[in-house]
């Protein structure tokens, strides 16, 4: 079964710290997220992109966080500088689908990110 | 904006016992509806999905969960639950035919199962 990549799988950074989590999703799905899941809650979106396009970022904070997709495949997600309330887990999926239509998502294991 | 509310934040159940896990979203257009499970150590997986037609929705594992158009509500449901069940279940939705198709998740319920 097609499995969405992540990693690294763990990060420990010291605050101010640049940090990167890299996705590469199943071959063919058109659009890729980045989700972010702080202990005790859902994930919520950080950016979605379809291709190389960026559709939805308007929950990522931009001063310091930073994602792309350059080739429309794999992506990167960057924090710069690392804060204690980054701590969480960042969960990358791909869907099939493009932008108004749906299908089913699929879910890497995540980068838990630990702020020290 | 669209929310999604699981009022249940941990279930301890026996095992055999029937299990019910409320979810209600708030959205006043067409939804897609999810329900996705996070077992120990693992990724999210997808239990069942809503989209259309027959309300009530079979999954995996015998989870199956009935969409109520009127209560707004998305309920997991289990007859007969096992030790192995025992997980995280997140229940999720998105607009039908949006622009975008981000998930809006609830904040999970945390189920343990005792053998």
Redesign the interface.
Known sequence: EAEVAQSPRYKITEKSQAVAFWCDPISGHA?L?W?RQIL??????LV?FQDESV??DSQLPKDRFSAERLKGVDSTLKIQPAELGDSAMY?C?S?L?R???????T????TRLTVV | AQSVSQHNHHVILSEAASLELGCNYSYGGTVNLFWYVQYPGQHLQLLLKYFSGDPLVKGIKGFEAEFIKSKFSFNLRKPSVQWSDTAEYFCAVNAAGGATNKLIFGTGTLLAVQP
Not at chain 1, 40 to 45: K, M, S, V, Y
Not at chain 1, 107 to 110: L, P
Request: charged share 5%.
């Open positions: 659009t997220y989700y005790g809650q859902g994930p919520e979106l979605q559709v939805d969960l999926a869907s689908g932008g108004g239509t749906t299908y089913g998502y879910f890497g294991s995540g």
